[in-house]
């Protein structure tokens, strides 16, 4: 079972997100704030693994409170939700630790979808933020020099979201084959994780979009 919080400032907003969510049997909502120091308190007390969290709440500031999750609540993924669509906004809250982005004009399915995707430890992105992932990749704004060619076609699929089995069946090789990259490129660049390959992506080459509020 995936143990959800809600964060939304409108009482109305988490009803409607917590009845789309209760649809999905795999899915629990064990608990709801109305901002980001609720949200804070309510982990305290309760065990949750994904927190769906509306982009303009009041307390902390998104960026603050992604920091502060990272740091107090590291095994709880934030799955950031918005009215604005993907583009520098998405960017800055992923680089800034947020296991998602989700436009509020998507469908129920894709929320569900975004939360049992972030819940499997992967990076959610929208098909629009993916390629631009991917462009970036192809100009060779990220991707250092000490990494091979292969490497670099994993590290760009990697960050675009897809998971090992899926790279191998793209590139034609084995999904053990496929580990051994992705240790090799995270030895390479001294991170960790997927996500902190995405951050490393996100935060070297993505052209700005402008118009966004501020976090």
């Given amino acids: 079972m995936i143990r959800v919080v809600i ?6 907003v988490r009803a409607g997100l917590r009845q789309l969510v209760a649809e999905e049997s795999s899915i629990s909502v064990v608990g709801e704030a109305e901002d980001g120091d609720g949200l804070l308190a309510l982990l305290r007390t309760e065990s949750a693994d994904v927190a769906v969290i509306d982009i303009g709440m009041p307390g902390p500031g998104l960026l603050g409170l992604l920091e502060r999750l990272r740091t107090e609540h590291p095994t709880v ?8 669509p993907e583009g520098q906004l998405a960017v800055r809250a992923l680089a800034a630790g947020a296991a998602g982005y ?12 975004a939360i049992q995707k972030v819940h499997s430890g992967e ?3 929208s098909r629009r933020l993916a390629e631009q992932l991917v462009d970036a990749l192809a100009r060779g704004d990220t991707a250092p020099k000490e990494l091979s060619a292969r490497e670099r076609e994993v590290l760009d699929l990697l960050a ?3 998971s090992n089995k899926e790279i191998a069946a ?3 090789v084995s999904t053990k084959t496929i580990s051994t990259y992705r240790r090799r490129i995270l ?6 994780s997927n996500a902190d390959l ?3 992506v996100l935060e070297r080459g993505l052209p700005p979009v402008g118009g966004v509020p501020a976090l």
Avoid: C, E, M, N
Avoid at 102 to 113: G, M, N, P, Q, Y
Avoid at 187 to 192: S, T
């Fill in 7 to 12: 964060a939304d400032d409108h009482a109305l």
């Fill in 77 to 84: 993924r934030p799955l950031v939700l918005s009215v604005y």
């Fill in 102 to 113: 989700v436009s509020k004009t998507r469908s129920a399915a894709d929320l569900i979808f």
């Fill in 123 to 125: 990076i959610f992105l």
């Fill in 160 to 162: 675009a979201g897809r």
């Fill in 170 to 172: 793209q590139v034609g």
């Fill in 187 to 192: 030895d390479k660049l001294h991170l960790r």
């Fill in 198 to 200: 995405v951050r490393y």
